[in-house]
């Protein structure tokens, strides 16, 4: 079989060559040495299997019927006689339907050769032994179920006599898969001696006389492939041909339909999802702000499993007025991002017995830095490409511990592939048409089955995280949701003209899906509106710069499309604690102000920056000194600072043994205002110190699926192929040579002339049981080699013992590169 392959491979031209490795990208990870090589490599169990991951419902049930036509004799099969089996049921495909799914299996090389002697690529009935769900022959499995299936009429009667509960067994059966396991004792004859090779005893008109299974062996309509006996667990098979009779009413294949299945969901305004979704982005911004500053507030500490607590997670959410779900997902998302990060606490031990901390990194200032669609951009990225399925957090694990927020055990490696078939989903249909869960299921189930199934709880939540992330607006993938997919899908798929990423998208820097969010979204705002209840009012999102400056000035009281903060003797306060003065705050509220400023706004700032600075403290512990010794002499006699232990040193200073912080807060709890002055006497400026954690790399920089190979470029493959062709060259001109080479260092093994003759040299080790130096390259790409008494070849795989460590290892043939006898 692989000799064949190899044949027709060797007489392909280049570019279909070339197309078949971009079709099947792992076949060249490495390089196969010859042509030989590459055919082994396309026949093995994993390639083939990756293959047949890819193809859609209607593709795998051709092969099926490429697989139950084949001719036993030479193990071919023909175009006819596909098309013959998949337009046997009451509503068959389209031939032109049929010859298309057969053409993408032969582009693929699933499927190769003429349309007339049509062969398949070994591996297949390893990966999936039971063709469309049905049985062995019945030849294969017990000759008189052969006989049975012999005689049409027979079998007909016998199946008509089934009781009701066995024939449930046989239609669940005949759906596939035609295997099942029985109970212990189920097998077992009802009276002492009797025999399970015997045939049933029909004096009773054919009642069973013990379990539903026990009777369509009996009457042999099952057959028992292992167990039953002694106790222990039974399997039955339903051969072919019972199947094929039990689906007369669905066709040889099942149900067919070369089409996926419809949608009836009613498209819905795209301009009303798209509004939708951009207020959702907007949420989206603004609560992971909120966690972030918490966090900055209150860093989270690290379990000694990895991850944050629970409790932890609870007082985020509560916070920031979050459910646990949303708030788990955001912080899933900003560390992804690299938002946040943890940070090494030596010599500290929390509550939980954690040396670590997860807080906001240098990169959250920068993020802060940027436009609403450019931070929701990077969230967004970071989601699509992180391999966490966040879903999983609540969930107790194998040792029936709670997986929580950041822990190992909510990593997934397929998270990423599977927000990208869903998505893809949405992608594909009409815009803004919105399906059900289920008929988004439904879909993935036809396009690629094996990948999707068991997968249903994971694709749900993508769908609920797509939706809360803004992604999705009212149930349909936004424009801009459409040009993100679009996005990181052409960095992994396509070929980038600029593989280094030195050059912006566009002027600006903002990629299709920043650019669509940007027209959705209000405008920034850079003014707000004092009313005057001393209340500013932001009447949309704020630029950075005045985000920055109210930050500072007032305290927030709501967030939302329009925020709004208060003006507090506090805030003024603390504005003059980072070094505004009065005038600056007066310029501030009269340029950034579209209605008056209040003059109850005037006085609050006037009154506080003369009070302010009246106290000087600086350390003793502490002093406190002013020019106003009444002042002084008021803050002596004031009990509510007695805890202070204040002492005059002279008319305008006072002493306290405590440290100058505690002199601060308890003044300003009384009701004054003093400011810290360093030794020169210099007003010392205090803004809050923000801790973070040491910078992270976004995981929107990696590809979105990485498990997947990468794709290479039609040039590179096209070398690829050269190179494949002159090793080919080179086997083929050494074959003239002896196949076996003897005389080889441990380190070093010659090759055996090429990868045809060295597995000549292994088939040879094998018949004398001798040992062999093997050269192979690993999964790193590394060369390596190995002293190993061959046991069997075969399937792909070469089975061989380590003599020295007595271990039984088994190398892929593909990729092996040398073999040598050992003198």
């Not at 008189?144 to 089934?162: F, I, M, N, V």
């Not at 043994?657 to 006497?681: H, I, K, M, T």
Request: a neutral charge; hydrophobic letters at 45%; charged letters at 25%.
């Amino acid at each position: 079989m692989s000799t064949s392959l190899a044949d027709h491979l060797r007489s392909l031209p280049d570019e279909s060559l070339a197309a078949l490795l971009q079709l099947r990208p792992d076949l060249v990870v490495p390089v196969p040495a010859d042509v030989a090589a590459l055919a082994i490599r396309a026949q093995s169990r994993v390639s083939v299997s990756r293959a047949l991951d890819g193809l859609d419902q209607f593709t795998l049930q051709i092969m099926d019927a490429a697989r139950l036509t084949r001719d036993p004799a030479d193990g071919t099969t023909s175009v006819d006689g596909v098309l013959a089996l998949a337009t046997a049921g009451p509503n068959p495909p389209a031939p032109t339907a049929v010859r298309a799914a057969v053409d993408r299996l032969r582009a693929r090389f699933l499927l190769y050769g003429t349309d007339s002697a049509l062969h398949l690529v070994g591996g297949i009935d390893e990966i999936s032994p039971y063709p469309a769900g049905l049985g062995r022959p019945a030849t294969e499995l017990d000759p008189r179920t052969a006989a049975l299936c012999a005689d049409p009429a027979k079998l007909r009667r016998t199946l008509l006599s089934a009781p009701p509960s066995a024939r449930a067994i046989l239609d669940r059966l005949a759906a596939g898969p035609p295997v099942g396991s029985v109970p212990p004792g189920a097998l077992q004859a009802p009276a002492v001696g009797a025999d399970d090779d015997l045939p049933p005893d029909d004096t009773n008109g054919g009642a069973p006389t013990g379990s539903p299974v026990r009777w369509l062996v009996d009457h042999r309509l099952l057959v028992r492939v292992s167990g039953g006996k002694g106790g222990t667990t039974g399997m039955v098979e339903l051969p072919r041909e019972i199947g094929l009779l039990l689906r007369r009413d669905t066709g040889p294949l099942g149900p067919l339909s070369s089409s996926p299945p419809q949608v009836a969901a009613t498209p819905r305004e795209p301009k009303a999802a798209d509004s939708a979704g951009a207020g959702q982005t907007m949420e989206v911004v603004r609560h992971t702000e909120a966690l972030l500053e918490q966090l900055a507030a209150e860093p989270a500490p690290v379990l000694r499993s990895g991850g944050i607590g629970v409790r932890d997670l609870r007082r985020l959410a509560r916070a920031t007025g979050l459910d646990e779900s949303t708030a788990a997902l955001l912080l899933e998302v900003a560390y992804a991002a690299g938002l946040t990060g943890e940070m090494e606490l030596p010599g500290v031990a929390g509550r939980y017995g954690a040396d670590q901390q997860v807080l906001p990194t240098a990169g959250y200032e920068m993020w802060r830095a940027g436009s609403l669609a450019q931070r929701w951009e990077q969230l967004a990225r970071a989601w699509l490409t992180m391999t966490r399925q966040v879903g999983l957090v609540g969930q107790r694990d194998d040792r029936d511990r709670p997986i929580t927020v950041l822990s190992a055990e909510a990593e997934r490696a397929g998270a990423p592939a599977a927000r990208r078939a869903v998505l893809g989903v949405l992608a594909d249909l009409e815009a803004a048409t919105a399906p059900s869960a289920e008929e988004v299921l439904a879909l993935l189930d036809w396009r690629a089955p094996r990948r999707s199934r068991g997968r249903e709880n994971a694709h749900r939540e993508v769908l609920a995280e797509a939706a809360t992330l803004g992604v999705t607006g009212l149930g349909a993938l936004t424009s801009y949701g459409r040009l993100l997919l679009a996005e990181a899908t052409a960095s992994e798929d396509g070929v980038p003209d600029d593989p280094l990423g030195v050059r912006a998208d566009t002027e600006d820097g903002a990629g299709g899906a920043v650019r669509a969010l940007d027209t959705l979204l209000p405008a920034p705002v850079d003014h707000f509106l004092v009313q005057a209840d001393l209340t500013v009012v932001v009447p949309g999102p704020p630029e950075p710069a005045l985000a920055a400056e109210l930050e500072v000035v007032a305290e927030p009281e709501s967030a939302g499309g329009a925020s709004v903060h208060r003006i507090t003797t506090g805030s003024v306060r603390r504005a003059l604690d980072v070094g505004y003065s009065a005038d600056d705050l007066h310029e501030l509220f009269r340029r950034r102000s579209r209605t008056p400023v209040p003059q109850g706004l005037t006085y609050l700032v006037d009154d506080v920056a003369r009070k302010h600075g009246g106290l000087r403290i600086g350390s003793a512990g502490a002093y406190l000194r002013s020019d106003d010794e009444a002042l002084l002499a008021e803050v002596l006699a004031d009990r509510r600072v007695e805890t202070l232990a204040l002492r005059r040193l002279a008319p305008t200073v006072l002493m306290t043994p405590y440290q100058g912080g505690r002199l601060l807060s308890v003044l300003r709890e009384a009701g004054y205002a003093p400011v810290a002055e360093d030794a020169s006497g210099s007003t010392v400026l205090t803004r809050p110190k923000t801790r973070r954690a040491p910078a992270r790399v976004s995981v929107a920089t990696r590809a979105l699926d990485p498990l997947a190979t990468p794709r290479l470029p039609l040039p590179r493959l096209l070398g690829v192929v050269e190179q494949i062709r002159r090793g080919d060259a080179a086997a083929r001109a050494a074959r003239r040579a002896p196949a076996v080479v003897r005389g080889a260092t441990p380190d070093r093994p010659v090759p055996a002339h090429g990868h045809h003759d060295a597995l000549a040299v292994l088939q040879q080790a094998v018949r004398d049981k001798a040992l062999v130096w093997v050269g192979y390259v690993d999964a790193h790409g590394a060369t390596a080699s190995r002293l190993v008494r061959p046991v069997s070849l075969g399937a792909g795989y070469l089975r061989a013992e380590d003599e020295r460590t007595e271990m039984l290892h088994t190398f892929a043939l593909h990729r092996i590169t040398a073999a040598v006898l050992e003198k």
